[in-house]
């Protein structure tokens, strides 16, 4: 069954780069259910976790539910400051746990403000700050349902 | 958790990441694959748990707050448990620069964001079954590498295409070619081949390479710090089934030891057998020398000889001059070179640092060892089988402390062989010598002047040469033997080998032919007048006397010549000739020289004749006893008769004793004949006796050999009991030169003699060596003066007071010991007359009584002769 899934999953991999050097094109085609979020990347967790009887899921989207709020509450105040530096750190850090969850939309969103705070060009960051909240808010619905409906 | 195997390897892996969520996530999946987790949210965490832990694998984010994911791997990997263990690093996505960083740091494997999480699972499961393997790869290349060093067997390998080896460290070692990964160049490789052997070894590797053959060969490597190895070399040819150029990989094995061994057996053996064969000490000791070098080739070796408490040269690796020199001739002592304290201590002496060890007594040696670049040194006694010190043998090494065990070991084993040597061919030397030489004297004996003889014949035949051959024997050297005992006769002989030295030229043989014989070789005679010269030399040196033990002897020789080809064609010839010509000079009195002349051969054998004749004589009744008798000078009465023996020889007629008794006394004849007169005079004193007339004393005359010959005092006994002859009937005449041989021994036997009741006479009185003094201690009971005296006394003024003289001293002496006087050879009136004038008591002599057989004897008793008176009146 492993195995099995196994190749499944690396078939999966290879299709999710692939589409992923394509640009964003992927978000449409991966999630068919839920352009929120990418399905592929949530069977990879679940299967992490087989019947989720770890509830790893559940304490995984905690996490991340818990966890961003206050991340957002530093990348506006970095903006606020003009602390490019803050907002790359602090988008990176987003970018990676929204990729986690499969958030990858949110993910692109944040990869695109970690870029600009590198860039030390912030005159795209309030509008893809607001982005990135109003997004989150739906990524967090999503993940819920989700969480509950399993 | 599973249990380890090798699909689920199992173990720990340390975690670290600043994300929960990705801690979670991480531990899920890495669990999943059947490890146990520990978990740190940063860098300086994850180093505290590492350490404490020792985890099989660490799963690192990069982008953390405080230490990064790359500063914590090279915390990580510079940890001792670090070194090895995978790190994987968790790099963000298309992040090339933290990818060649993760590398940079020492990550194993990096793992890009997002992550697949069952994927990571695998990764992490390959990557730990993977360092296990390195490891265990790491163990047994350790553990290869040190059976090969066990073994000194290296390996290595090489590429087809490219000219170079990858070498074991073993192999490295053996060719000295440096510690290290990169794999060495096939020059250099080959370098450090011996250069004798290298075009075999390039031959071997090319036919391997282009052509697959394997091989394997001995052969010698250099390397270059280091002694010269020898090496088994196995060559393999990997995958014959392809193409040319082939992968080739070989074995090299260190066999210098087991060569070293097989090559001490062969030198061993081989000295051995020179000893046994008829090689020089100079050659095998040389060999030895080489069977050292061959050991250890690096190190010089002396071996030196002990010859009267200094070192002598034997042999030596070829080192300078000056350093052999300062080791030759050198006195061993406490403080020398090692060497020499070597023989002095008869022990080892090891100098492992002359530079430092610098005495002032070995400075020499030292000074010099050094200039030359020696600095260590081991010397080691050599004993005889008896535990002398015969010599030393040194191994001299360029490093210092070079000296090991081992070279101890191998010091003394080449010792034991010098040894052996060394005894070998002394004993050898000295049985030659033996053989050659003559013992008393070291001057060369009858066969080696025998070998000169014919050496120095033939170079005569060659060159028309003339040889002499003096032959010496000593006058009255025979007398000195038998008065003065065989000691003071080898000591007369080794005095005359001395003076005879002096007289003779290098160029001469001068040997001892045996006995008193001496033989002279003259060489290339020019003029024949050189000979009797040289003759006339030995004979003046020898005429001059000898002192002995506090003693002048007087000696003299005669000379004997044969000169070639005039007297003798061949060796056999003039030897003879030589010997008949000597004895023709001794008979003609002695001290003088004679050539030889055909005439003398005739005396000679007329000589020989009477040797052989005197043998049979016993049996065939030729000798007869006749009668001379003795009287009382002032009544001119017969007191007495001394029985004379005489050779009725049946083609030569009589022969008077002088001519046989001598010859009796030399084949040992003297024993049988000497008991026949003693009986046969017993006898007829018993007939007398028996036939009616007054009984008299008849003295027999007894030699010298007689006396001392075993048994003779119950042969006496028995032959008066048999004969049944008053003892007092019975006096044996003994001359001086018996009292002379050993004084107690003759005293002990002369005194049984008397306890038997028979008389002792003192016969040719006053004519030996000896002083007077003895016969106060000498039981006798008649002193004969030799008839010497008697003629003076009508010679010469001057001999005749002399003799006069010492006539009357004898008389006195005689009264005050209380002995007969008897003088002898009475032949004149006037002697007749000045005897009774000084109180001579009796006398003997043609005046007197001329030698009567028996009958006449009987003749005279009949005339009225009435010895009885002369015995009351005694």
Known sequence: MEMLALVDEQEGVFRMHSDHSNGGAALARAGENSPLLDTGKLDSLRSLDPGGKAGLLKRVVGIFVEKTPPLLEQMRAALENGDAEEIFRTAHSLKSSCATVGALALSETCRRLELAGRQGSLGDAPELLRSIQAQFHQVCEALIRLIEGS | ?874
């Open chain 2, 1 to 874: 958790m599973q249990s380890p195997s090798l699909e689920n390897p199992g173990g720990l892996v340390l975690i670290v990441d600043d994300d929960a969520a990705m801690r979670l996530l991480l531990r899920a999946s890495i669990e999943r694959g059947g490890f146990d987790v520990v978990e740190a949210s940063g860098g300086e965490e994850a180093v505290g748990l590492f350490t404490r832990n020792k985890p099989d694998a660490v799963l690192l984010d990069v982008v953390m707050p405080g230490l990064d994911g790359f500063e914590t791997c090279a915390i990580l990997r510079s940890h001792p448990a670090g070194k090895h263990v995978p790190i994987l690093m968790v790099t963000g996505v298309d992040d090339v620069d933290s990818v060649s960083r993760a590398y940079e740091v020492g990550a194993t494997d990096f793992v890009s964001k997002p992550i697949n999480w069952l994927v990571l699972t695998e990764r992490v499961r390959y990557m730990l079954r993977a360092s296990r393997g390195n490891e265990e790869l790491r163990q047994s290349r350790s553990s290869l590498e040190q059976a090969q060093q066990i073994a000194r067997l290296g390996s290595w390998e090489m590429k087809p295409t490219e000219s170079s080896l990858a070498c074991s460290q073993e192999t490295r070692r053996i060719c000295g070619l440096g510690d290290g990964e990169p794999p060495v160049g096939l020059d250099d490789f080959l370098s450090r081949v011996h250069p004798d052997d290298r075009q075999a070894v390039e031959r071997a590797l090319e036919d391997a390479v282009h052509r697959g053959k394997s091989s394997r060969m001995d052969h010698r490597v250099v390397p270059l710090q280091g002694a010269l190895t020898a090496v088994h070399h196995r060559i393999q040819v990997m995958d014959v089934d392809g193409d040319p150029p082939y992968r080739v990989t070989g074995a090299i094995q260190d066999i210098t030891e087991r060569k070293q061994s097989e090559q001490l057996e062969i030198d061993r053996n081989s000295v051995l057998e020179m000893v046994i064969g008829s090689d020089s000490l100079e050659v095998i000791l040389a060999r030895l020398v080489k069977l050292v070098e061959n050991q250890r080739p690096q190190a010089s070796c002396i071996i030196s000889l002990l010859r009267d408490g200094q070192l002598v040269h034997g042999a030596a690796s070829a080192m300078p001059e000056a350093l052999l020199e300062c080791l030759n001739e050198q006195a061993v002592g406490a403080e020398g070179s090692p060497p020499s304290m070597a023989a002095y201590f008869g022990d080892a002496v090891a100098t492992t640092d002359m530079q430092i060890k610098k005495s002032s007594f070995e400075a020499d040696f030292t000074r010099r060892a050094l200039s030359h670049g020696l600095r260590a040194c081991l010397a080691v006694p050599v004993f005889s089988g008896k535990g002398q010190v015969l010599g030393t043998v040194t191994l001299l090494s360029s490093e210092p402390h070079a000296h090991k065990r081992s070279d101890h070991r191998l010091l003394e084993m080449t010792a034991k062989l010098a040894a052996i040597s060394i005894e070998q061919r002394s004993l050898t030397e000295r049985l030659a010598h033996l053989a050659h030489h003559d013992t008393l004297t070291g001057l060369p004996n009858r066969l080696l002047a025998s070998d000169r003889l014919d050496g120095a014949l033939a170079r005569c035949n060659r060159h028309s040469e003339k040889t002499a051959l003096v032959y010496i024997d000593l006058d009255r050297f025979k007398h000195v033997n038998d008065s003065l005992g065989h000691l003071t006769g080898d000591l007369l002989l080794r005095q005359v080998a001395d003076r005879l030295k002096g007289y003779t030229r290098k160029s001469d043989t001068l040997a001892r032919m045996g006995g008193d014989e001496f033989l002279v070789i003259l060489n290339r005679i020019v003029d024949i007048s050189d000979v009797s010269k040289a003759a006339q030399r030995i004979l003046n040196a020898l005429v001059t006397p000898f002192s002995i033990e506090g003693r002048l002897l007087y000696i003299g020789a005669s000379i004997g010549i044969s000169v070639f080809p005039d007297q003798g064609l061949d060796a056999t010839e003039l030897q003879r000739n030589a010997d008949i010509a000597m004895y023709s000079a001794k008979n003609e009195g002695g001290n003088r020289y004679r050539y030889y002349t055909e005439e003398m051969n005739a005396l000679v054998i007329e000589r020989l004749e009477i040797e052989n004749d005197l043998r049979k004589a016993l049996e065939r009744n030729e000798f007869e006893l006749f009668f001379q008798p003795q009287f009382q000078l002032s009544s001119r009465d017969v007191y007495g008769v001394e029985a004379l023996l005489r050779w009725n020889h049946p083609e030569l007629g009589r022969i008077p004793p002088a001519r046989f008794i001598p010859i009796a006394e030399e084949t040992g004849l003297i024993i049988p004949l000497g008991s026949w007169v003693l009986r046969t005079a017993c006898e007829q004193n018993r007939t007398w006796q028996d036939a009616g007339y007054s009984p008299f004393r008849i003295a027999v005359n007894v030699s010298a050999l007689q006396v001392v010959h075993p048994g003779f005092v119950d042969e006496v006994a028995a032959v008066l009991q048999e004969t049944g002859l008053d003892p007092r009937w019975l006096e044996l005449e003994i001359t001086e030169s018996v009292l002379m041989r050993d004084m107690s021994v003759v005293a002990r036997l002369l005194q049984e003699i008397r306890r038997l009741g028979v008389s002792v006479a003192i016969d040719d009185f006053g004519n030996g060596y000896s002083s007077m003094s003895y016969l106060q201690r000498l039981p006798v009971d008649c002193l004969k003066v030799d008839q010497s005296f008697i003629r003076e006394i009508e010679q010469l003024s001057e001999l005749s007071t002399r003799s006069r003289t010492l006539l009357r001293t004898f008389v006195s002496l005689a009264a005050s010991l209380g002995v007969r006087l008897l003088a002898e050879g009475v032949e004149s009136d006037e002697q007749f007359k000045f005897l009774n004038e000084i109180g001579c008591e009796m006398g003997q002599g043609f005046l007197l009584g001329v030698p009567m057989p028996a009958n006449e004897i009987e003749m005279l008793c009949s005339q009225g002769w009435d010895p009885e008176s002369c015995h009351r009146s005694a």
